[in-house]
């Protein structure tokens, strides 16, 4: 004999998670231009090529020369030239 509920099948479901940053894109937290100088030198004799770099204090790590562009740069060159002052 069946009884009233046996039509009726119980399935579980997966349990929901609630969401993580993981399940949003990524967006942006702001932009910024940056420019980077390359200063290469051919050394005397055999010694090879030498590259300018900035020591940056806060890091103590040697660094491109370069920086952020400003509002007052007219384009890259300009903010690598006034970088580079």
């Known amino acids: 004999m069946r009884g009233a509920h046996d039509d ?3 399935h579980s479901s997966p349990a ?6 993981a399940d949003r894109p ?7 231009s940056a ?8 050394l005397p004799g055999d ?3 030498a590259l300018l770099m ?5 890091s103590q790590q040697y660094q491109m020369i370069g920086g952020h562009r400003e509002d007052t740069d007219a384009d890259d060159l300009s ?3 006034r970088e580079a002052q």
Do not use: F, M, N
């Not at 929901?16 to 940053?21: A, C, E, S, Y």
């Open 79 to 81: 903010a690598a030239i």
């Open 54 to 58: 900035q020591l940056d204090h806060v």
């Open 26 to 32: 990524l967006q942006p937290t702001r932009e910024v």
């Open 8 to 10: 009726k099948v119980a």
């Open 35 to 42: 420019t980077k100088i390359v200063i290469k030198a051919r």
């Open 16 to 21: 929901k998670r609630p969401p993580t940053p």
């Open 47 to 49: 010694l090879g090529d």
